[in-house]
């Protein structure tokens, strides 16, 4: 064995391996008193740093290493491996014994025992004993540093000469007199721990204060025992082993430091990526959840197409889908949007940082949103047109009701007293004049009747359509038909009974005033056309097309030509009063005469209804040119919005195929597509002002009733449609790329390669609904991915498909094809590794301790920990103690 105590070189050189023994060992060498004591000291201190760990110490090492018990516990606590049971005696065999176990386990680990006994170690012997410490020492403490493929004393010393180049009169060229002055250790300590001394305070020339600084920072702050003495170090040469030793206990600290900060590292970052998952999850299922309550609170009300069947009602659903339109959906629209790209950013970063997929509770996947989307638009497809439609049959329906209430006043109005007389025997005390006469009356009578006929028939044919249209207030309307229908029977059957009882009493009857007759007759159909004319000419003037209007104006206009027969009648009725007038008084006949036997009518009361007809005329001249106005501005509306309607529609569809081209286009920068696509995003909205024109002539064609535009090949509702489409397009298109940034940046996946995968895929998605499995094989194909034929090629196949369609959709999108050709090309974090780390912290112990944590992680990032870490349940473990184990393959299953 090697002289460990002889005076050492000044330089050591590379080829020299320091650990191996000499032949022989020079049992009858005497030690340097001095760098024996320093030997002592070092390795004495050394020791106790290792024994601590088991609750034990030495004082002299000489005598306590001599019955080979605690040297069994040093050796089992620096390897971390168990030795044979000791032997519990303390005769001096039994301390050979022990010695010798001792000696068995280290010569296990390749170390040549020469010249020491166990004998030598249980007498107590100085030079053995520091010599077989010195061992220990090279084997488990300088032996494992490697630096450069030097060995371990040259690796040692190269690693002191680069941590303390760059200070000022720091040269180590050894390890005794280049650590005299203490500024060596210093700089080492300086070097990794700048907080814990300064430098530039330091002085050459005053070792003592340098080497006590060094030794209690040291001690205090890196956990390392004061080995070295300081005035021994200063004033004799300082003992190479002993400041190896006490140099290798700041490497391993040093480099133990740098690994635990590494780790510290690798775990703050992904809990940092774990928090923001966590988060972004709890805000879709938050985003998901109101969206669907919003979807299920409006779907019910949409869905009713009931109405209470009056007009104000219906106007008030109107403007309460309007403002639905207008305020309630366009903020959902965004909601919409903004949870698909959150959705897919969130999918994105979770295969970027290799965790699982990320599956929303039942309910809220995109699928099931979209399918609460579509309800609600399947809901909102024609409840507009319905409820417009209602509103015009319950306005058809008021105008109706009128129209029938003015028929039924006109008719009983005529009808009044018809049954009395009709009942009437007052023939039975007439002469034969009278009875002629009544037979006449009885005759224009029943002309008379059958000219009501056609008003009796449109009466009932009103009251048919109220009841088809389904007239709210229907009870009223059918007792008063039936009424009427009823008496018109009634007068039917009497003025039948009537004529016959008078017909048999013509033969009394002779005498007849045709003159009257001849007013009667000509009277009846005139007063019957007066009273349509009158009843026309107040009626409502309520079309909605010029057709219509026009249809009103030229029917009027056709009223008018037939005034001059109608006034020529007029005055051949009052001609023939003007006669009666003048036969009773040039006769000088009683005035009971003048009174006309066979009809009620008075040419008093043609004259008052034709000057009703005559005032009437003008008026209506005016509703209709009024009307007339109005229909000509609805149809300029219509003009004005087919205009601009035909304008905005093509370059919606312009602009969307710009987007469409651009999102499956698969050349240039990525970059470059999404600052295209902003592009487009903001003329888009800039051209916002131009749907808003559309909307308020929209408006102002509802407002005036217009519900048709044949001008236009765009209605307001499908160019509503293509602006939703259009900026969900340019928002959808923009993320993927996004997206793509995001992936070819953290993986390192080149645009050339993401362009040449993105055109094999859309080369193959011919329906641009993604890939079923036989298009995926052949996509991958493609892009040089081998599946080979057969059965196993088809097992390589589902594979591909677990990974790519974990829903069984039986639909392959771009996105997840991209990360599959990602992860086939780049390298991967595991499980495995985030373990690692957390060992490093730990110790290599199977758990880690809240202390551990806290110390080596943020405060945020411990605090996660703990939360979430299960206490470990290993033997010994001590209070606050965690298992890391299970948290970190947790991270990954989650």
Not at 216 to 221: L, N, P, Q, R, S
Request: charge should be negative; include cysteine.
């Amino acid at each position: 064995m090697v002289d460990y105590y002889q005076q050492p070189p000044s330089y050591h050189q590379p080829g020299y391996d320091y650990t191996q023994q000499e032949e022989e060992w020079d049992r009858e060498g005497l030690l340097d008193p001095a760098w024996e004591k320093q030997q002592k000291k070092t390795f004495t201190a050394w020791c106790n740093s290792h024994l601590r760990k088991a609750g034990t110490s030495i004082d002299t090492i000489e005598e306590d290493f001599r019955n080979g018990l605690k040297l069994m516990l040093l050796l089992e606590v620096i390897s971390g491996e168990p030795l044979p049971k000791p032997d519990r005696g303390k005769m001096r065999f039994h301390k050979i014994a022990n010695v010798n176990k001792a000696l068995e386990y280290i010569e296990s680990k390749g170390v040549k025992l020469v010249s020491i006994g166990a004998e030598e170690i249980v007498d107590g012997n100085v030079k053995m004993t520091l010599g077989l410490i010195w061992t220990i020492i090279l084997r488990f403490a300088i032996q494992d540093i490697n630096v450069e493929e030097l060995s371990a004393r040259d690796g040692l010393l190269l690693w002191c000469q680069r941590k303390t180049a760059p200070y000022n009169n720091v040269n180590v060229q050894n390890f005794h007199n280049s650590w005299k002055d203490g500024l060596a250790f210093c700089a080492l300590i300086h070097r990794h721990r700048p907080d814990l001394l300064d430098y530039s305070q330091l002085h050459k020339g005053d070792p003592i204060h340098n080497l006590n600084l060094a030794f209690d920072i040291a001690e205090k702050h890196l956990d390392i025992p004061k080995m070295l003495d300081a005035e021994d170090m200063a004033n004799s040469q300082p003992d190479e082993k002993a400041v190896m030793t006490y140099v290798s206990c700041y490497y391993h600290y040093f480099s133990g430091m740098r690994k635990a900060e590494t780790a510290a590292n690798r775990i703050c970052r992904v809990l940092k990526v774990n928090q923001e998952n966590e988060k972004m999850m709890e805000d879709y299922e938050n985003l998901a959840s109101d969206l669907l309550a919003w979807i299920n609170r409006w779907m019910p009300w949409l869905a009713n197409r009931s109405t209470d069947d009056t007009l104000q009602q219906a106007q008030q659903k109107l403007e309460d889908y309007r403002n639905y339109r207008r305020r309630e959906k366009p903020p959902r629209i965004e909601d919409k949007g903004r949870l698909e790209t959150l959705f897919n950013t969130l999918q994105t970063r979770l295969r970027l940082s290799n965790r699982p997929a990320f599956l929303p509770r039942d309910g809220h996947l995109i699928k099931d949103i979209n399918a609460a989307w579509a309800g609600l638009e399947d809901s909102e497809k024609g409840f507009e047109e319905w409820l417009l439609s209602e509103i015009m049959r319950l306005e058809r329906l008021e105008h109706l009701a009128e129209k029938f209430r003015r028929k039924c006043a006109l008719h009983e109005e005529w009808a009044h007293g018809k049954e009395d007389a009709l009942r009437s025997n007052d023939w039975r005390s007439c002469g034969l004049y009278k009875i002629k006469a009544l037979r006449k009356r009885h005759e224009a009578f029943e002309s008379d009747l059958g000219a009501h006929q056609d008003r009796v028939e449109q009466i009932a044919a009103i009251a048919r359509e109220l009841n088809n249209l389904r007239y709210p207030d229907i009870g009223p309307i059918n007792a008063r038909c039936q009424a009427i229908c009823s008496q018109w029977d009634r007068l039917g059957q009497l003025s039948s009974k009537r004529r016959e009882t008078l017909e048999d009493a013509e033969r009394i009857a002779e005498r007849l005033d045709s003159l009257y007759l001849d007013f009667a007759k000509r009277a009846a159909p005139f007063n019957n056309w007066l009273d349509g004319a009158r009843e026309d000419l107040a009626d409502l003037v309520i079309v909605h097309e010029m057709r219509e209007i026009e249809e009103l104006v030229n029917a009027h206009d056709q009223f008018k030509s037939t005034l001059g027969d109608a006034d020529r009648e007029f005055s051949s009725i009052n001609q023939i009063e003007h006669e009666v007038e003048h036969l009773v008084t040039s006769h000088g006949l009683d005035r009971e005469l003048l009174r006309n036997p066979y009809t009620d009518l008075s040419a008093s009361d043609i004259r008052r209804k034709w000057g009703e007809v005559q005032n009437s005329v003008p008026r209506r001249d005016s509703q209709l040119q009024a009307e007339l106005k109005r229909q000509q501005n609805n149809e300029r509306l219509r003009t004005i919005f087919a205009e601009k309607a035909n304008q905005v529609g093509p370059w919606l569809e312009r602009e969307l195929e710009q987007v469409l081209a651009i999102g499956l286009g698969g050349r240039g920068r990525l970059e470059d597509a999404i600052q295209q696509l902003r592009s487009i995003q903001r003329n888009v909205l800039g051209y916002k002002p131009n749907l808003d024109e559309l909307e308020r002539v929209h408006q102002e064609m509802q407002e005036n009733f217009v519900f048709e535009n044949r001008k236009s090949r765009y209605s307001m509702e499908s160019l509503r449609v293509g602006w939703e489409t259009l900026l969900t397009s340019i928002n959808k298109t923009i993320n993927e790329f996004e997206n793509q940034v995001l992936l070819r940046d953290s993986k390192g996946i080149s645009e050339e390669q993401i362009a040449e995968f993105r055109a094999s895929f859309s080369h193959f998605d011919k329906e641009r609904a993604g890939l079923d499995p036989e298009q995926l094989r052949s996509c991958l194909i493609s892009v040089g991915y081998t599946i080979r034929p057969g059965r196993e090629g088809d097992a390589e196949l589902h594979r591909v498909l677990a990974h790519v369609d974990p829903n069984r959709m039986g639909r392959v999108p771009f996105e997840a094809f991209l990360d599959f050709m990602t992860k086939e090309n780049s390298d991967q974090d595991t499980v495995e590794q985030m373990i690692d780390s957390f060992r490093i912290l730990a110790s290599g112990k199977t758990f880690i301790t809240a202390d551990e944590l806290e110390r080596e992680l943020p405060r945020d990032q411990a605090a996660y920990c703990m939360a979430r870490m299960a206490p470990s349940r290993e033997p010994g473990a001590p209070p606050r103690s965690f298992d890391y184990v299970t948290f970190s393959r947790s991270l990954y299953s989650q």
